[in-house]
């Protein structure tokens, strides 16, 4: 448990929290839940576990914030929708005294996730045949979720057409094919392991988009090695086939999923890492572009605080000896949301009092700026990490993590590419 939350004023769980999808899960296989609006939790892996455990102080400002364990367990309501519900672990309940409990859905308020499908708009890459077809499948009740989420696996590339009056950020509740694949495929291996198993541990973790009123995600595989050291030759041998034929092996980084909102047309844009294993190096230069571009305008003046960023994880990572983070991932967030402007001849300090709503409804009449915030650079994944630390491990490594600080130099090349072609 991170000592830094020993002080927050918290409330018991016992009765258990509903564990809702998480919405902004833009890559990786593992499913990643919502506990509260700033905590998400996923299935503990006992090598990603003891990484958090034994943490680095100079890494954490890069990695999610480490809030302890949870107990999971797979469980229908009365209608026989399944959900997940988060417990104290058995004989601990006073480990968690730290979690603030304030907005967590209670047991008793089982929103029936399992049952919710994603709910698909026409879009350039959804065509009309598809479309007709979808509607009649929607009303037979024994429409197949896998069957659609085998066609979302398929689309890389997914545009959802937001409503342009109302709040952006709620719609963005209900739109990510990603999070409800992993979701419903979490349900599934849990429901297959009931008979056998139902409790399973979750580590809990910092929610790094709650800062945000819209997110836009970046999910980056880093290094030009992604199997870890305990993977089979089959294993290794697929991973490294995956690194050959992507960017991984040429420049140490390539795009594992992408969330971004783009205000000039209303649109969440998608990217899963089907379509990023795809891409050559002047296609990933072109995805990053896309990422930072919001429909109007390229978002310049996020880069300089990214470049610095990066630039400060990698002096960081040069100085972990044996660390090796294999298959971890980089997420860059940024807040997409756009602040009205009022007109050239009105006073600028005004934009503070313009509400979004007062902008959807007179669009013309202002400009757009976008929001004063924030970006965030954080390291996430950790199940093939090693180091010397680890005690257990048959293969001790040596010196710097060369292939993940290749990737990261890369990374901070390409978009000052980006950053000194598009001008000021």
């Known amino acids: 448990m991170s000592p830094a939350f020993g002080a927050m004023e918290v409330e018991h769980y016992a009765k258990g929290v509903l564990l809702e999808p998480f919405v902004h899960q833009v890559g990786g296989h593992s499913c990643v839940l919502r506990f509260n609006e700033s905590t998400i939790c996923k299935p503990l892996i006992q090598r990603e576990h003891q990484f958090y455990e034994t943490l680095p102080t100079e890494m954490r400002k890069f990695t999610p914030q480490y809030k302890g364990v949870v107990s999971v367990s797979f469980e229908e309501d009365e209608d026989g929708n399944l ?52 509607r009649k499948e929607e009303k037979i009740k024994s429409h197949k979720l896998e069957e659609e989420f085998e066609w979302l696996k398929s689309s890389e590339v997914l545009y959802y057409s937001l409503e342009k009056k109302g709040n952006v950020s709620s719609q963005m509740k209900h739109h990510n094919p990603w999070s409800m694949k992993c979701h419903q495929q979490q349900l599934q291996r849990m429901k297959e392991n009931a008979k056998h198993r139902n409790q399973h541990k979750f580590i809990l973790l910092e929610n790094l988009t709650s800062r945000y009123q819209v997110p836009c995600v ?50 969440l844009m998608f990217m899963n890492k089907y379509h990023g294993r795809k891409l050559s190096v002047q296609g990933f230069k072109e995805a990053l572009y896309q990422f930072f571009h919001n429909g109007r305008y390229l978002r310049r003046e996020l880069f300089e605080p990214i470049i610095k960023k990066l630039t400060e994880l990698k002096s960081v990572l040069e100085t972990q000896e044996s660390y090796r983070f294999y298959s971890s991932s980089l997420l860059i967030i940024y807040d997409g949301k756009e602040l009205p402007e009022v007109a050239v001849d009105s006073d600028p300090e005004d934009l503070e009092d313009l509400s979004e709503e007062s902008s959807d409804e007179s669009a013309g009449a202002y400009a757009y700026k976008p929001a004063i915030g924030t970006v965030d650079i954080r390291m996430i994944d950790f199940a093939h990490t090693t180091c010397r630390h680890y005690g257990e491990d048959s293969i001790v490594h040596e010196g710097q993590d060369t292939g993940y600080i290749f990737g990261l130099q890369s990374l901070i090349d390409i978009i000052t590419e980006i950053s000194d072609e598009s001008g000021e």
């Open 83 to 134: 959900c997940l519900i988060a417990y104290p672990l058995k004989g601990d309940h006073g480990n968690l005294d730290s979690i603030d409990n304030s907005d967590c859905e209670p047991k008793n308020k089982l929103l029936r996730w399992a049952n919710k499908k994603t709910h698909l708009l026409e879009t350039e890459k959804i065509t009309k045949e598809w479309v007709r077809q979808h």
């Open 218 to 267: 970046l999910d980056l595989k880093m290094g030009t090695r992604q199997h870890g050291d305990d993977a089979s030759e089959e294993k290794k041998a697929n991973q490294i086939r995956k690194c050959q034929q992507s960017t991984s092996a040429v420049i140490g980084v390539r795009v594992c999923g992408m969330q971004v909102y783009q205000t000039g047309s209303g649109q």
